[in-house]
């Protein structure tokens, strides 16, 4: 297994050094190849947001509101809590100052995948409209593309599994109440407590997909919020009772994001390379995920399904990774160096706030995880999906809910090795496709926001 791992680390390495710049060249290529038309209008999507000019007879299964809580409860997750702490351990805090810059450019990113992912849906086998980069690459390049789009659904079905988040969750239910209580003390009884914490969370998931995208969006649409702003309230409540450490914190981010000094040898390679690979896991910006979700909008407008996706990594990145990162910074944990993940992320808690910081996290921690979940389950069924039909539907969800348990006696190392190729091999057709389509893109967003000044208070 070690062997195994260390082949892994070698490819996640050599991957990521090619993709660092596919996704952050990319990212600013949308960024001034749009001419920041998009971001001049980021009021306008949050209009759309709360439900302005919505229509419930447009084509679609799920409102905008849905559609963004869809994509967060697969972006805001467990790369806000345990990814952060892995960046700022492997990273240094700098790494935090290179997920802002990966979530900026990300914005303009999401901008042009999602209102692809709308603007070139196609109808599946029951007669329903579905979006996402298989489709626009299909429907958009034409049919001598179609390798392009089976590879990024074929990566989706392995980068789009709940690994990540299954793991950690089962890590500090074990620190917390397992460990201490003396259960499952040996090597094969830990081994069966984190297939039984697997098991448990398989079925709760389980639950949820077998209903869809509407089912899914439904509940994402009531846990989201409510757990977004529980964890908020959480991290305020930490970073103000260390207050005086925050100018500290902020500068030393800065300071470490073009020096490297707080990772081994001063590489500075480093702490960009590993903020842009935490980012693109936490907001999933380039990865094509955001634009299955968001494909599923009741919308005929692709530009306002754009604008209303921009703000996926100003709340996942900006917000709920800034917020852990200044946890783990000014508590002082991440000098530690004995604790990683989501153990990190529980070091700070626990100390900043005794007796109920480990529990807070805990609530937080679950939510976020099974949202996650729910979250990641509607990609991997789309994509299997697209490759197999609708017959693969109960197949791919099986096998969906079997890897959630599956990854309960895995290591952390492992599981971010394997997600990290099979998460950013995903990348490469969608970013590819989408500056193909660019031109698209940009045309459709001149003639809408032409008809909105010319005709405000028109709707879908």
């Given at each position: ?5 260390e ?6 390495g ?12 990319g ?14 209008h980021?009021?306008?999507?949050l209009?759309l ?9 447009s ?6 509101f849905?559609?963004l809580?869809s ?5 805001v ?9 892995v ?8 790494a935090l100052f290179?997920?802002?810059v990966?979530a ?14 709308v603007m070139?849906r ?7 409209e579905?979006g996402g980069?298989?489709?626009y690459i ?8 179609r390798?392009?789009a ?12 709940p690994l990540?988040?299954s793991n ?6 074990r620190?917390m ?5 003396g ?6 009884e830990?081994?069966?407590?984190n297939?039984?914490?697997?098991f448990?969370?398989?079925?709760l998931?389980?639950?949820v ?9 439904a ?14 309230i959480s ?7 260390h207050?005086?450490?925050?100018p500290?914190?902020?500068g ?6 073009f020096?490297?000094q707080a990772?081994a040898?001063?590489a ?6 590993t ?6 896991f936490?907001?999933?910006a380039g990865?094509g995920?955001?634009a299955?979700?968001?494909?599923a ?20 990145t ?8 200044l946890v783990i910074l000014?508590?002082g944990?991440?000098?530690?160096g ?11 808690f626990e100390?900043s ?10 609530l ?11 979250g990641f389950?509607?990609?991997v069924?789309k ?5 197999f ?6 197949p ?15 290591t952390?190392s492992?599981?971010?090795n394997?997600m990290d ?5 995903m990348?490469?057709?969608t970013?590819?496709s989408t ?7 940009n045309?459709a967003?001149l003639a809408y926001f032409?008809?909105?000044r010319a ?6």
């Amino acid at each position: 297994m070690f062997a195994m791992n260390e082949m892994l680390n070698q490819v996640s390495g050599i991957l990521w050094s090619y993709l660092l710049y596919l996704l952050l060249g990319g990212g600013l290529f949308f960024v001034f190849y749009s001419k920041f038309l998009p971001f001049r209008h980021l009021g306008h999507g949050l209009m759309l947001l709360f439900g302005r000019m919505e229509n419930q007879d447009s084509p679609g299964e799920i409102t905008h509101f849905r559609a963004l809580c869809s994509a967060l409860a697969g972006t805001v997750g467990m790369g806000n809590v345990a990814g952060v702490a892995v960046a700022i351990s492997q990273g240094g805090p700098g790494a935090l100052f290179w997920m802002w810059v990966c979530a900026l450019v990300g914005m303009a990113t999401k901008f042009y995948t999602c209102s692809l992912a709308v603007m070139y849906r196609a109808k599946d086998e029951d007669g329903m409209e579905q979006g996402g980069p298989m489709y626009y690459i299909c429907q958009g390049l034409g049919k001598k593309w179609r390798p392009l789009a089976f590879f990024f659904a074929f990566c989706g079905m392995f980068g789009c599994l709940p690994l990540f988040q299954s793991n950690q969750l089962t890590q500090i239910v074990r620190s917390m109440f397992l460990e201490p209580m003396g259960w499952f003390a040996s090597r094969d009884e830990i081994l069966i407590g984190n297939l039984l914490c697997g098991f448990f969370w398989a079925s709760l998931v389980g639950f949820v997909v077998m209903g869809g995208i509407g089912r899914i969006g439904a509940v994402a649409a009531r846990l989201v919020p409510g757990m977004i702003l529980l964890y908020g309230i959480s991290c305020f409540l930490v970073v103000f009772l260390h207050a005086d450490q925050v100018p500290s914190s902020i500068g030393l981010i800065f300071h470490d994001a073009f020096t490297g000094q707080a990772v081994a040898g001063g590489a500075l390679g480093m702490v960009i390379v590993t903020g842009v690979r935490r980012a693109a896991f936490s907001n999933e910006a380039g990865m094509g995920t955001e634009a299955m979700a968001h494909g599923a909008a009741k919308t005929k407008e692709p530009i306002r399904e754009g604008l209303v996706a921009m703000w996926g990594p100003v709340v996942d990145t900006l917000c709920m990774c800034t917020l852990t990162g200044l946890v783990i910074l000014v508590s002082g944990v991440w000098r530690t160096g004995d604790k990683d993940g989501v153990l990190l992320t529980r070091l700070a808690f626990e100390g900043s706030l005794p007796e109920v910081g480990s529990y807070l996290l805990l609530l937080c921690v679950f939510c976020l995880s099974v949202s996650s979940m729910l979250g990641f389950a509607y990609y991997v069924q789309k994509c299997g999906v697209f490759i197999f039909g609708k017959r693969a539907r109960l197949p791919v969800t099986t096998f969906y809910l079997v890897a959630i348990i599956a990854s309960t006696v895995a290591t952390t190392s492992e599981i971010l090795n394997f997600m990290d190729i099979a998460f950013g091999l995903m990348a490469i057709p969608t970013i590819i496709s989408t500056v193909m389509l660019a031109p698209r893109v940009n045309r459709a967003a001149l003639a809408y926001f032409g008809e909105q000044r010319a005709k405000p208070s028109e709707t879908d």
